[in-house]
């Protein structure tokens, strides 16, 4: 009778202490959060300030940004304004010396200086330099041969069909102009110099499309008679070196002229515009190699870092091949590379 009276059930002890367990269990939890809580707090307290502070930045760099070509504006309006105390004043006399010093100098560095146009006579060289105006002598170079093949004598270009000769100018742009001035010229020689390029200046310059500058290059290159040849690479630097302040072409032929012997005109030109072309660039001069940057009244204009310069360099200068597709001889001898035919890629 006493057993069958009893509430209490066999598993009971095991199942009270399974949930004293749980209950422990359950108050341990709750005071560990409550212990982690302020850490937990302070985490996230962090992370917003962080957050804060990155927004901050954004909104800093976003306000820079929107004042950095006002900015930019002044700094140049400023250095516009400051004198180069640097370089002072100099008499004539001390002008012609730095001036045939420069040419000296550059003369060295260029000692194979050329014209850098391919061609084997004087009509090839006019017709050459009448298209190198407004595009490279590279690309007049990959275009010649063509034309030149098909049209050898000025008899043969001044009876060309004009639509046949646009179609191989095409390249060198403004092809329809320079089709014009090509023949043009032709006719010129055929009709006036019995098909012969004349060796006088007064003679070119009278020629469909030839001015004084590529009557120079002519004269200077195929008759042997000294020019002064005023390309933009030359008008550049002759004022950056502060020989003339004039901007007319035939002003600045004439200033720099009276700084040289007539028997340097030509590789004077030569050693200029080499040097535009390779180094003394417009945007970003390679100050920083500049041979003659003692001499130049405009150091500092370009990169003077001589690392960051060397990178700027073109052409030779900076291992990659010149303009011309059949260079002379001496420019391969003093280590210059031929430039790629049509279809290859420049300084590879």
Not at 23 to 35: L, M, R, S
Not at 234 to 262: C, H, M, N, S, Y
Request: glycine share 8%; aromatic share 6%; hydrophobic share 40%.
């Amino acid at each position: 009778m006493g057993e069958q009276g009893s509430d209490v059930a066999p598993g009971a002890p095991k199942k009270a202490t399974k949930a004293a367990k749980a209950v422990k269990k359950a108050a341990a939890e709750k005071t560990a959060a409550k212990k982690a809580a302020p850490a937990k707090k302070a985490v996230a307290k962090k992370a917003v300030a962080k957050k804060a502070v990155a927004k901050k930045a954004v909104a800093k760099k976003a306000v820079a940004k929107k004042a950095a070509p006002a900015k930019k504006a002044v700094a140049k309006k400023a250095a516009a304004e400051t004198p180069k105390a640097a370089w002072k004043p100099e008499s004539h006399t001390a002008l012609v010396r730095r001036a045939r010093r420069i040419d000296r100098e550059l003369g060295e560095v260029y000692p194979y200086a050329h014209p850098e146009l391919d061609f084997e006579n004087s009509f090839q060289l006019l017709v050459a330099t009448v298209l190198s105006a407004q595009t490279t002598d590279l690309r007049v170079n990959q275009t010649t041969p063509t034309l030149f093949v098909k049209y050898p004598t000025p008899e043969d270009l001044s009876a060309a069909n004009p639509e046949e000769v646009e179609e191989i100018l095409r390249p060198c742009g403004f092809f329809r102009a320079k089709t014009k001035s090509v023949i043009g010229l032709s006719k010129g020689l055929v009709e006036q110099f019995g098909g012969e390029v004349p060796g006088r200046l007064e003679d070119l310059v009278k020629l469909p499309g030839v001015g004084r500058k590529t009557a120079f290059v002519v004269l200077g290159n195929a008759f042997g008679r000294p020019g002064i040849t005023v390309d933009t690479h030359f008008q550049r630097l002759v004022r950056r070196w502060r020989w003339t302040e004039e901007t007319d072409p035939d002003k600045i032929e004439a200033a720099v002229g009276a700084l040289f012997p007539k028997s340097d005109w030509t590789d004077l030109s030569h050693h200029v515009i080499w040097h535009g072309r390779r180094m003394c660039h417009a945007r970003k001069p390679a100050c920083g190699v500049c041979p003659i940057a003692p001499l130049c009244p405009a150091y500092g204009e370009g990169e003077t870092d001589p690392e960051k310069a060397r990178k700027l360099l073109k052409y030779e200068k900076g291992g990659f091949p010149g303009q011309r597709l059949k260079p002379p001889q001496a420019y391969l001898d003093a280590g210059g590379r031929p430039a790629p035919p049509l279809g290859g890629v420049q300084g590879k």
